[in-house]
């Protein structure tokens, strides 16, 4: 029997809307992110599209030791409670180690799985056993049926509010392949699925000393994974991402996300 997900009074998987997680990539100041999640609530609300809030308050990832990482735990934990107490939306972010989980859980109403860290299993249990719900990004590594063994993880602590996302898979060296299989094999766990639309046109270390991305394909590929079935889509949006401190390549526009939803929305409504 399929589940749904359920974060507040938004409910993700089975013949529910298809929900928008968005935001800028990494927390880059208090007033950039609450502007951010602002404005995509303005949007959301008129194009009535379910939103929840996703940013970064520490990318533990970089490709660089010189690249921004954010404000980190406490600092970024502090922004997100303010985006939810004054802009009214739910929050997502990504934990990194068992430690962080104890001050993330009291925040963020969504728990992230980063896709590097799929298969630590002391870093899944600790944020299931939270009751949280949990995104599990699919590592660019693992095969679509290799996640049921996260799931299975997920579900023995006693969660099973789970949403797995899919972001591409390693093709060589620096890049990434959609394979649209995927959400198909893995909607057969019972679970919702997201759809990665940022992180699966990330060209990884394409730039030497940062990731590289190719931005004009994130609408194409959202739109195959819509019609697949997705139950979500994940896209990361800036206001200019030319001058984003973190994936800037692979960042949709805060300009084209009305345009981008409503394309989204037409092709929903007649899948």
């Known amino acids: 029997m399929a589940k749904q997900m359920e974060v507040r009074d938004i409910k993700i998987g089975e013949k529910n809307p298809v929900v928008l997680i968005a935001g800028p990539c990494v927390i880059e100041s208090e007033k950039s992110a609450i502007r951010h999640a602002g404005i995509i609530k303005e949007i959301t609300e008129k194009l009535n599209f379910p939103f929840i809030f996703k940013s970064s308050y520490d990318k533990a990832n970089r490709s660089s030791i010189r690249s921004f990482r954010g404000p980190g735990l406490a600092k970024g934990l502090a922004t997100l409670k303010k985006i939810k107490n004054l802009v009214k939306v739910p929050v997502l972010s990504d934990v990194h180690s068992t430690e962080e989980v104890r001050a993330a859980k009291e925040v963020l109403d969504v728990i992230q799985i980063p896709a590097f860290l799929s298969r630590q299993t002391d870093l899944v249990v600790a944020a299931a056993k939270t009751k949280k719900p949990i995104n599990i990004k699919k590592g660019q ?26 972001r591409g898979t390693s093709f060589g060296y620096n890049m990434l392949m959609s394979d649209f299989r995927s959400v198909l094999v893995m909607k057969k766990f019972g679970y919702p699925v997201c759809f990665d639309a940022s992180h699966s046109v990330q060209i990884p270390g394409g730039l ?46 805060l300009s084209a996300l009305e345009k981008f939803l409503k394309r989204i ?5 007649i899948r």
């Open 141 to 166: 590594f693992l095969s679509p049926w290799d996640i049921k063994n996260v799931i299975e993880k997920v579900e023995k602590s006693g969660n099973r509010n789970i949403l797995i996302t899919e």
């Open 208 to 253: 030497g000393v940062k990731s590289g991305g190719q931005s004009e394909f994130i609408e194409p590929l959202a739109l195959c994974a819509v019609v697949c079935g997705i139950d979500a889509i994940f896209v990361e949006v800036h206001e200019n991402p030319k001058k984003a401190l973190s994936d800037g390549p692979n960042m949709l526009k």
């Open 265 to 269: 929305k037409k092709l929903e409504n």
